[in-house]
């Protein structure tokens, strides 16, 4: 069965950082691109980023760029979000996802003072 | 940036009756690989979402046969044959032929 868990969210002030993680299970993890989804609360979807199966492409959301990263550990089938200078509007719930149909059930990241 | 349209904004459907939602790209999705890179996804109540139908037209495992994508170039059509209650949530396309974006979705409701 295949899993996506993402962990790491919460309460972070403005200005602060937070590291998302993403455990894959059940699918062969190197093979395939994976994306960052965010949903502010009440809106839609929102593409955050992406990265390729070794890592060494990765493209991100204008609104995020030089402060998101994201990257990947193969060894470990776990994807990652590194957010530093967290704004207000980066409040929402982020979704670790691959393109080939699978969600995990999202992580809520909160910003405020 | 390729910009994903749909319309209408929300749909009220009698339970059998059929349904259909329009998403339209900025830019032609047709890659040079000659695949179209344009996916379907609902997302129910509290739930994350779940792929329906990818590549314009291929149904995803398990996605049952009353959901069927059409389209090309820069228009594309969700239909659905006969709504059902547990077809509820909000309908999203997205394109990753450049990058990726999704459309402002399409709320699906039951009259």
């Known amino acids: 069965e295949v899993q996506l868990v993402e962990s790491g969210g919460g309460l972070v002030q403005p200005g602060g950082s937070l590291r998302l993680s993403c455990a894959a299970s059940?699918?062969?993890?190197?093979?395939?691109?994976m994306l960052w989804v965010r949903q502010a609360p009440g809106k839609g979807l929102e593409w955050v980023a992406n990265?390729?199966?070794?890592?060494?492409?990765?493209y991100y959301v204008d609104s995020v760029k030089g402060r998101f990263t994201i990257s990947r550990d193969n060894a470990k089938n776990s994807l990652y979000l590194q957010m530093n200078g967290l704004r207000a509007e980066d409040t929402a719930v982020y979704y670790c996802a691959t393109y080939i149909g699978y969600w995990g059930q999202g992580a809520l990241v909160t910003v405020s003072s | 940036d390729i910009v994903m349209t749909q319309t209408p904004l929300s749909l009220s459907v009698t339970p059998g009756q059929p349904a259909s939602i329009s998403c339209k790209s900025s830019q032609s999705l047709l890659h040079s690989d000659g695949r179209t890179y344009l996916y379907w996804y609902l997302q129910k109540p509290g739930q994350s979402p779940q792929l329906l139908i990818y590549?314009?037209?291929k149904r995803f495992s398990g996605v049952p046969d009353r959901f069927s994508g059409s389209g090309s170039g820069t228009d594309f059509t969700l239909k659905i044959s006969r709504v059902e209650a547990e077809d509820v949530g909000v309908y999203y396309c997205m394109q990753n032929k450049q990058l990726t974006t999704f459309g402002g979705g399409t709320k699906v409701e039951i009259k």
């Open positions: 990265i390729n199966q070794d890592g060494s492409a990765k």
């Open positions: 590549e314009v037209s």
């Open positions: 059940g699918f062969t993890f190197s093979s395939y691109w």
